[in-house]
């Protein structure tokens, strides 16, 4: 495993926790990579939110693909965790699974709490420098 070269892949701004479905996507344009780790901050809670439950998922660009799970964070409902307040870290780590150029990396809000609940999600990512392509779904094109 390479550490140098690593990058935090952060989803766009604006996203909340009290709808659910995908909020965001992103893939590998030329180099794929490993993904290492993934995670939610909390930006804005209000005063019920606990219970939230975020998913990863990967899915194939190809038509009909269907998107797997990578990593479900669901967050405790009971203890000094059981209601997310802002600044919090919900991560998962030690995931280590590649995503090719064709396939996107999806975040989602698998259930939504009530109250206000701002988010910002992010992966840990790493380039895998041994394979720069995916040939099958890319075109290279000369002059």
């Given at each position: 495993?390479?550490?140098?070269?690593q990058?935090?892949?952060?989803?766009?701004?604006?996203?909340?926790?009290?709808?659910?479905g995908?909020?965001?996507?992103?893939?590998?344009?030329y180099i794929?990579h490993?993904?290492?780790?993934?995670?939610v901050?909390?930006t804005?809670?209000?005063?019920?939110?606990?219970g939230?439950?975020?998913?990863?998922?990967?899915q194939?660009?190809?038509?009909?693909?269907?998107a797997a799970?990578?990593?479900v964070?669901?967050?405790a409902?009971t203890?000094?965790?059981g209601t997310?307040v802002?600044?919090?870290?919900i991560?998962?780590?030690?995931?280590?699974?590649?995503?090719?150029?064709?396939?996107k990396?999806i975040?989602n809000?698998r259930?939504?709490?009530?109250?206000v609940?701002?988010?910002?999600a992010?992966?840990w990512?790493?380039?895998?420098?041994?394979?720069?392509?995916?040939?099958?779904?890319?075109?290279?094109l000369?002059a």
């Open positions: 495993m390479y550490q140098h070269g990058i935090q892949y952060t989803f766009p701004s604006g996203m909340t926790a009290t709808a659910s995908d909020k965001a996507s992103w893939m590998p344009g794929p490993i993904v290492r780790a993934v995670g901050t909390i804005t809670s209000g005063a019920t939110t606990s939230a439950v975020f998913a990863f998922k990967t194939s660009m190809a038509s009909g693909a269907v799970d990578l990593a964070l669901t967050v409902t203890g000094s965790l997310i802002s600044g919090q870290t991560y998962r780590d030690g995931l280590n699974t590649r995503v090719s150029p064709g396939t990396l975040f809000v259930t939504a709490v009530t109250g609940c701002a988010i910002r992010w992966a990512l790493e380039p895998s420098w041994e394979t720069p392509a995916n040939a099958t779904n890319m075109q290279s000369t």
